[in-house]
T-cell receptor
């Protein structure tokens, strides 16, 4: 069964609003969670790496004030897209590494499709 | 830096045909190699992996062998099914690291 749950799976909102996406590890503790962005028919682009209790590490070119990541517990990380605009529309996917399994594999959520009108 | 190159798709096959999706990589040291599969509207699922040279990863009839001499990790399946239609991603992680570098993905379409 699924080990990572992402919510919501689909969201449509108006330009200028903020949207929060949750990523939960189910029945296990995650040492590290990752946030990816996927454009249509393209590969996954790593946005940031999130460790519980510490600030997220953002990849080059990703605006940390735009994409706020909070990793408050070992089972939950959230991505907030602030003041979203149509160019932020995308498929966002999180993943998690289980505590005690080393560096791999990553377990992925089912993704969140974000559409900004 | 590390990179992964996959064959471009889409790949269209008839049911029970043989599948090969090529993947080559560039990396320093000895990376771990992965194949992930993404079904429509879903996240990625780990299909198989190999962590050292000459290892063969296998799952659900798919297999791939870690070839250090050719820096390749080609995905194969002897007889594809319609349910195998998905996007397949080759990926690597550097030794001692947890970040994944993905290839561009290859769309596979299997017709009945």
């Amino acid at each position: 069964g699924a080990v990572v749950s992402q919510h919501p799976s689909w969201v449509i909102c108006k330009s200028g609003t903020s949207v929060k996406i949750e990523c939960r590890s189910l029945d296990f503790q995650a040492t590290t969670m990752f946030w990816y962005r996927q454009f249509p028919k393209q590969s996954l682009m790593l946005m940031a790496t999130s460790n519980e209790g510490s600030k997220a590490t953002y990849e080059q070119g990703v605006e940390k004030d735009k994409f706020l990541i909070n990793h408050a517990s070992l089972t939950l990380s959230t991505l907030t897209v602030t003041s979203a605009h149509p160019e932020d529309s995308s498929f966002y996917i999180c993943s998690a590494i289980l505590r005690g399994t080393g560096d791999q594999p990553q377990h992925f959520g089912d993704g969140t499709r974000l559409s900004i009108l | 830096g590390n990179s992964v190159t996959q064959m471009e798709g889409p790949v269209t096959l008839s049911e029970e045909a043989f599948l090969t999706i090529n993947c080559t990589y560039t990396a320093t040291g000895y990376p771990s190699l992965f194949w992930y599969v993404q079904y429509p509207g879903e996240g990625l699922q780990l299909l198989l992996k190999a962590t050292k040279a000459d290892d063969k990863g296998s799952n659900k009839g798919f297999e791939a062998t870690y070839r250090k001499e050719t820096t390749s990790f080609h995905l194969e399946k002897g007889s594809v099914q319609v349910s195998d239609s998905a996007v397949y991603f080759c990926a690597l992680s550097g030794r001692g690291g947890n970040k994944l570098v993905f290839g561009a993905g290859t769309i596979l379409r299997v017709k009945s």
